[in-house]
T-cell receptor
Framework: AQSVTQPDIHITVSEGASLELRCNYSYGATPYLFWYVQSPGQGLQLLLKYFSGDTLVQGIKGFEAEFKRSQSSFNLRKPSVHWSDAAEYFCAVANQAGTALIFGKGTTLSVSS | GAVVSQHPSRVICKSGTSVKIECRSLDFQATTMFWYRQFPKQSLMLMATSNEGSKATYEQGVEKDKFLINHASLTLSTLTVTSAHPEDSSFYIC????????????FGSGTRLTVV
């Protein structure tokens, strides 16, 4: 079965610094990969997704992610973090069209001033 | 864009009672919807996949008689927590798959259930 691993439970970044959140997946074929952000007590907002094509994906709020098949990774990056980016970030995978998303355990991002 | 309305956002109920949570796609049809449960500071765990007009498919370990799912129309799925107990207290989130797009998943804003 496919799975998603987010190795970092909690990350603190200074405002204005760059950010990289790690995500590794386990799946034989090409997975369909997503990054979501969740504010406390809220639902999930899609940041970006990868299905095929260009391995560098641009998302909303200045986020991007790069799919690396050789490393089974789909890391999320942002060049300059804002205090409003503090939230919970989830990486997710789907193995077939329309099937449920399987989520990683999430990474809590704190932003220090 | 696609919007999913989930209601109520918060509910407190007494132990032994039932609670119904609605998940509604507002501007698109969703043959398939998903229900997740999230414990504090933890990830989303898939509970079941709901398909319009058919029985839901439950994940292993999820009690189908406790968590009743009905998907009677292309825009509405409901989750009923029956005979609720304090251990059912959690954050429940639904997701609707937009029939127009592959991998077009939209999430509701969640329901905080507290059983006292």
């Amino acid at each position: 079965a496919q799975s998603v691993t987010q190795p970092d439970i909690h990350i603190t970044v200074s405002e204005g610094a760059s950010l990289e959140l790690r995500c590794n997946y386990s799946y034989g074929a090409t997975p369909y990969l997503f990054w979501y952000v969740q504010s406390p007590g809220q639902g999930l907002q899609l940041l970006l997704k990868y299905f095929s094509g260009d391995t560098l994906v641009q998302g909303i709020k200045g986020f991007e992610a790069e799919f690396k098949r050789s490393q089974s990774s789909f890391n999320l990056r942002k060049p300059s973090v804002h205090w409003s980016d503090a939230a919970e970030y989830f990486c997710a995978v789907a193995n077939q069209a329309g099937t449920a998303l399987i989520f990683g355990k999430g990474t809590t991002l704190s932003v220090s001033s | 864009g696609a919007v999913v309305s989930q209601h109520p956002s918060r509910v407190i109920c007494k132990s032994g009672t039932s609670v119904k949570i609605e998940c509604r796609s507002l501007d698109f049809q969703a043959t398939t919807m998903f229900w997740y449960r999230q414990f504090p500071k933890q990830s989303l765990m898939l509970m079941a996949t709901s398909n319009e007009g058919s029985k839901a498919t439950y994940e292993q370990g999820v009690e189908k008689d406790k968590f009743l799912i009905n998907h009677a129309s292309l825009t509405l799925s409901t989750l009923t927590v029956t005979s609720a107990h304090p251990e059912d207290s959690s954050f429940y989130i639904c997701s609707a798959r937009d029939d127009r797009f592959n991998y077009g998943y939209t999430f509701g804003s969640g329901t905080r259930l507290t059983v006292v």
